[in-house]
């Protein structure tokens, strides 16, 4: 039994206990795709970061990434498909009724993130999910 704590003492103290930590390479600005050329693991275990290059590489930087710092969960998300005051497709799907209008974004989201939409027709503001096509979403669904 002592020989085993012994073990996890020396293991401990020489880093083989220690996780890895993603940092970036280069500042990343705001709204950039990243790459894997823009990553590196450095032996660490900061609660809160990313311990794989594969979970952020594909990821949109929400925030300045600066060089040498850890890649936070909230600091990244999926890349945007619906930028400002591009066109896009509202969609209200209930049963067989489907209803599709056009409207104008206002602001950026990907993939399940929701955004508000000035309908063109009738100028009211919506709120919908952003599909994988770039359609949005605005159905409302019951439990």
Same mark, same amino acid.
């Given at each position: 039994?002592? %020989?085993? %704590?012994?073990?996890?003492?020396?293991?401990?103290?020489?880093?083989?206990?220690?996780? @890895?930590?993603?940092?970036?390479?280069?500042?990343?600005?705001?709204?950039?795709?990243?790459?894997?050329? +823009?990553?590196?693991?450095?032996? &660490? +275990?900061?609660?809160?970061?990313?311990?794989?290059?594969? +979970?952020?590489?594909?990821?949109?930087?929400?925030?300045?990434?600066?060089?040498?710092?850890?890649?936070?969960?909230? @600091? $990244?998300?999926?890349?945007?498909? %619906?930028?400002?005051?591009? $066109?896009?497709?509202?969609?209200?799907?209930?049963?067989?009724?489907?209803?599709?209008?056009?409207?104008?974004?206002?602001?950026?989201?990907?993939?399940? @993130?929701?955004?508000?939409?000035?309908?063109?027709? &009738?100028?009211?503001?919506?709120?919908?999910?952003?599909?994988? +096509?770039?359609? %949005?979403?605005? &159905?409302?669904?019951?439990?």
């Amino acid at each position: 039994m002592q %020989v085993l %704590v012994g073990l996890v003492l020396v293991l401990v103290s020489a880093g083989f206990a220690r996780g @890895d930590t993603v940092v970036t390479t280069r500042n990343i600005r705001a709204n950039v795709v990243i790459t894997a050329q +823009d990553l590196k693991l450095v032996p &660490s +275990d900061l609660p809160g970061g990313f311990q794989f290059i594969e +979970d952020v590489v594909g990821q949109e930087a929400r925030v300045v990434l600066y060089s040498g710092r850890p890649v936070m969960v909230n @600091d $990244i998300g999926p890349p945007a498909l %619906v930028e400002r005051n591009q $066109i896009v497709t509202l969609a209200y799907v209930s049963g067989p009724l489907t209803i599709l209008a056009e409207g104008r974004s206002l602001g950026r989201a990907g993939v399940g @993130d929701h955004v508000r939409i000035l309908n063109l027709s &009738s100028r009211t503001t919506v709120t919908g999910s952003v599909l994988a +096509d770039g359609t %949005v979403s605005v &159905s409302h669904t019951r439990n």
